[in-house]
T-cell receptor, first 115, second 116 residues
Framework: GAVVSQHPSRVICKSGTSVKIECRSL??????MFWYRQFPKQSLMLMAT?????????EQGVEKDKFLINHASLTLSTLTVTSAHPEDSSFYIC???????????FGSGTRLTVV | AQSVTQPDIHITVSEGASLELRCNYS??????LFWYVQSPGQGLQLLLK??????LVQGIKGFEAEFKRSQSSFNLRKPSVHWSDAAEYFC??????????????FGTGTQLKVEL
């Protein structure tokens, strides 16, 4: 079945630095990828939608300059948290939509801790 | 705007007992509905999905869900729960309209505990 690889699974960074999270669809082409943020014991909050080759669409309240999303190919999307602060600590999950079958496959998530 | 309600935040069942997790949705057209399961610190795994056709959908791990348009519901069921089913369960509705960007909207989740 469809597999989405998300790396790293855990990352600790210092306040003020930037962190890049990668999301790859391994065996299918993902025309659309989604980035979510999840707080402990809460649901997933959609941050942005990215389509291959175009700019990402951010949800209301999400800072586009802080959460940079690049979707340069049909198999790779990246989320860069710039100038990270402790309040950015969270669980980030990507999801890829198959261009053929209407299915959403999720990555295993990245636990970001900013110290 | 689409929305999903999962009325039960926590549910505890005994191993071997039946399970039903409730999900109600709000959507202007025919909904595309999903159930996902999440183990701690992990991503989401698709249990089943409904697009059209038979309103009773079979999924993985012995789960099924029934789409009831009249009740705007898509409840998840399992006849006999196993201890390994303990996890967080999310119901989601998909927006396939171009303007909606094919987004999924998630419910708040139901935490399932299984007593041995």
């Amino acid at each position: 079945g469809a597999v989405v690889s998300q790396h790293p699974s855990r990352v600790i960074c210092k306040s003020g630095t930037s962190v890049k999270i990668e999301c790859r669809s391994l065996d299918f082409q993902a025309t659309t990828m989604f980035w979510y943020r999840q707080f402990p014991k809460q649901s997933l909050m959609l941050m942005a939608t990215s389509n291959e080759g175009s700019k990402a669409t951010y949800e209301q309240g999400v800072e586009k300059d802080k959460f940079l999303i690049n979707h340069a190919s049909l198999t790779l999307s990246t989320l860069t948290v710039t100038s990270a602060h402790p309040e950015d600590s969270s669980f980030y999950i990507c999801s890829a939509k198959d261009s053929v079958d209407y299915g959403y496959t999720f990555g295993s998530g990245t636990r970001l801790t900013v110290v | 705007a689409q929305s999903v309600t999962q009325p039960d935040i926590h549910i505890t069942v005994s191993e071997g007992a039946s399970l039903e997790l409730r999900c109600n949705y709000s959507y202007g057209a025919t909904p595309y509905l999903f159930w996902y399961v999440q183990s701690p610190g992990q991503g989401l795994q698709l249990l089943l999905k409904y697009f059209s056709g038979d309103t009773l959908v079979q999924g993985i791990k012995g789960f099924e869900a029934e789409f009831k348009r009249s009740q705007s519901s898509f409840n998840l069921r399992k006849p006999s729960v196993h201890w390994s089913d303990a996890a967080e369960y999310f119901c989601a509705v998909g927006d396939l309209l171009t303007g909606g960007g094919n987004k999924l909207t998630f419910g708040t989740g139901t935490q399932l505990k299984v007593e041995l």
